[in-house]
T-cell receptor, first 112, second 113 residues
Framework: KNQVEQSPQSLIILEGKNCTLQCNYTVSPFSNLRWYKQDTGRGPVSLTIMTFSENTKSNGRYTATLDADTKQSSLHITASQLSDSASYICVVANNAGNMLTFGGGTRLMVKP | DTAVSQTPKYLVTQMGNDKSIKCEQNLGHDTMYWYKQDSKKFLKIMFSYNNKELIINETVPNRFSPKSPDKAHLNLHINSLELGDSAVYFC????????????FGEGSRLTVL
């Protein structure tokens, strides 16, 4: 069964600190892995998309890594800001990107 | 400028009523989706349309009927609303092939009393 598991479920950090969110998946065959940010009351917005051959991809202060061998990904947030408070959702695509499996998300709260 | 727009943003209604949520995308994408996000924040695919044709129809009660008049629109009609239908419904679109990045609307929060 295709599954995407994220950890931790929730996280509280102080402004300016770094953090790392984890994503493990069992989706097969693998096509690509995406990280989305969902602000409260808004729709998810794409941060990164990585294919099999990509190990790391950055989008500003967000850096995603992918280990396709161990089927793990991480999202590292550097120098966190209050606006980073949101849910971060890991999504894995199979079958050439047509079938998506969503993780349950990590809820991040950045405090001043 | 809104890429994927859905209306209404909030909808409060009584059990047993029929309601519709509309969605439009101006990105020129050929695939549109409806997702349901429950109270635990899991996003679950309900329907997927490619060029106005139904591609994915997950296990959803037949009280839910999607309608795609053209590839830029995908509306969701719900008959005989039940308490368990309360959720946030997201419309999304993508271009088929490649990475097929998803673009989501802002969501429609449905509350059934």
């Amino acid at each position: 069964k295709n599954q995407v598991e994220q950890s931790p479920q929730s996280l509280i950090i102080l402004e300016g600190k770094n953090c790392t969110l984890q994503c493990n998946y069992t989706v097969s065959p693998f096509s690509n892995l995406r990280w989305y940010k969902q602000d409260t009351g808004r729709g998810p917005v794409s941060l990164t998309i990585m294919t099999f051959s990509e190990n790391t991809k950055s989008n500003g202060r967000y850096t995603a890594t992918l280990d396709a061998d161990t089927k793990q990904s991480s999202l590292h947030i550097t120098a966190s800001q209050l606006s980073d408070s949101a849910s971060y959702i890991c999504v894995v695509a199979n079958n050439a990107g047509n079938m998506l499996t969503f993780g349950g998300g990590t809820r991040l709260m950045v405090k001043p | 400028d809104t890429a994927v727009s859905q209306t209404p943003k909030y909808l409060v209604t009584q059990m047993g009523n029929d309601k519709s949520i509309k969605c439009e995308q101006n990105l020129g994408h050929d695939t549109m989706y409806w997702y349901k996000q429950d109270s635990k924040k899991f996003l679950k695919i309900m329907f997927s349309y490619n060029n106005k044709e139904l591609i994915i129809n997950e296990t959803v009660p037949n009280r839910f009927s999607p309608k795609s008049p053209d590839k830029a629109h995908l509306n969701l009609h719900i008959n005989s609303l039940e308490l368990g239908d309360s959720a946030v419904y997201f419309c999304a679109s993508s271009q088929s092939g490649g990475t097929g990045e998803l673009f989501f609307g802002e969501g429609s929060r449905l509350t059934v009393l």
